[in-house]
């Protein structure tokens, strides 16, 4: 075998990577528009419910993001702001596709952060919603420049009453203390986070979650 003889590829290997990929690209395109097609509450939540599991994949959230899909779940969340389902999904399908550090931004701006509180504000006894409406709010919260625009939605009092809603959930608490930190690393938002009463909940959540190593 001539060097470098070892380390080529198949064709056959190169055109089944291919097709591979061009299979990925056409499942997150169809779930792209199921998402935009979803006018009902079930319907809505199950292509919802798809892409997020899809987004568990990077190159999916990459895909998602180019093709208009946080805008789709964005528009989905505000059609149907008063299902607990959708509103827990629609969180939970933004906060995987921002997992990709560029995405961040561009779920943020795409109106993630204020689909976000409203989810929070509107279901405040459902666990799930909290408990995902605090998680996307937490990964927006990883980019410097959207923090200001976080406490100005009311990202920080949707937090704080989540917190203080939902003790006994771990990982809302520890969503909550993700996102609280966060926010708090911009000194014009300290004083709003204060007043917000942070401070008891983050107290709140160490004295009911002590020896929780999250």
């Known amino acids: 075998m001539g060097d470098g003889e070892s380390s080529r590829v ?66 989905a969340l505000r059609e149907h702001a008063d299902s607990p389902g959708v509103q827990e999904s629609g969180c939970l399908a933004l906060a995987n596709i921002a997992d990709a550090d560029d995405n961040k931004t561009l779920v943020a701006t795409a109106g993630g952060i204020e689909a976000g509180v409203a989810a929070l504000r509107a279901h405040a006894r459902s666990a799930a919603v909290q408990e995902h409406g605090c998680l996307v709010l937490a990964v927006i919260s990883e980019v410097e420049e959207s923090r200001s625009n976080l406490a100005a939605a009311g990202g920080v009092e949707a937090v704080v009453a989540a917190m203080r809603a939902h003790v006994a959930s771990a990982e809302i608490q520890h969503y909550g203390c993700w996102m609280l930190s966060n926010i708090s690393l911009a000194d014009e938002n300290n004083i709003k986070v204060v007043a917000a009463g942070c401070i008891g909940a983050v107290v709140a959540a160490l004295r009911a979650h002590f020896g929780d190593a999250e």
């Open 10 to 75: 198949p064709t056959s290997g190169k055109r089944a990577r291919c097709q591979e990929t061009m299979i990925h690209q056409n499942m997150v395109t169809n779930l792209i528009e199921r998402v935009r097609a979803a006018h009902t509450v079930k319907s809505a939540k199950n292509a919802l419910d798809a892409l997020a599991e899809a987004c568990t994949e990077y190159d999916n959230m990459v895909k998602v993001a180019a093709d208009g899909g946080i805008e789709a779940v964005v528009a």
